[in-house]
């Protein structure tokens, strides 16, 4: 047993030492790590939302309340539980989505951001912003519809709203879906948009 026991110790040492041994170790490191961001947390037990709090979501409608959490369980560790954004990857919700909603064709391109990501350098708010959004089409579309309308709604947005807006139902989710869009699809999408 001590004699097998040192063979594993001896054969870890040599791949610890050599070049293939240290790149495989980064490989696993870096897999490891990706499949933590990508990894599907909806089924993970529900958190008090941050800004949120549970006691302030009492009074709130149920689909203002599942939005929120929708919200804090798939966007806002990038977005911010406050919709600020972060950094130059992470661009703000906050009054950008009511502006979004306000052009012609904004309305499916949030579902179309929400469904298949974005790709590329966008503009938001005056700002720059270089960061890739994957996809989340593997929620369903009641999740997907809550957290828009929760966007639309959050942060004092109900003012900014288009006079004729309507909160978002799941069939119009359902009717998105599958049409094998790409991030830089979308942000093709995006860049015919009137955001100006």
């Known amino acids: 047993m001590n004699e097998n026991r040192h063979e594993e110790d001896n054969l870890l040492e040599r791949l610890a030492r050599s070049r293939a041994g240290i790149a495989l170790a980064v490989i696993l490191v870096l897999a490891g790590f990706s499949t933590y961001l990508l990894v599907d947390r909806s089924g993970a037990p529900e958190q008090e939302v941050a800004d949120d709090t549970e006691e302030a979501?009492?009074?709130?409608?149920?689909?203002?309340?599942?939005?929120?959490?929708?919200?804090?369980?798939?966007?806002?560790?990038?977005?911010?539980?406050?919709?600020?954004?972060?950094?130059?990857?992470?661009?703000?919700?906050?009054?950008?989505?009511?502006?979004v909603l306000t052009v012609e064709g904004g309305r499916e391109y949030l579902i179309d951001v929400i469904l298949y990501g974005i790709g590329g350098e966008i503009e938001v708010l005056g700002q720059r912003y270089r960061g890739q959004m994957p996809g989340f089409g593997r929620i369903s579309d009641v999740e997907i519809a809550a957290l828009l309308n929760y966007t639309a709604f959050a942060w004092g947005h109900e003012d900014q709203l288009p006079a004729d807006f309507r909160r978002y139902e799941p069939k119009e989710i359902e009717a998105r879906r599958n049409r094998g869009l790409a991030p830089r699809d979308v942000k093709v999408l995006r860049d015919e948009l009137d955001l100006d």
């Open 57 to 99: 979501l009492a009074d709130a409608p149920d689909w203002y309340r599942d939005g929120a959490r929708a919200y804090e369980r798939h966007c806002a560790a990038c977005h911010q539980v406050d919709g600020s954004g972060s950094g130059r990857n992470f661009p703000p919700l906050a009054e950008h989505v009511p502006k």
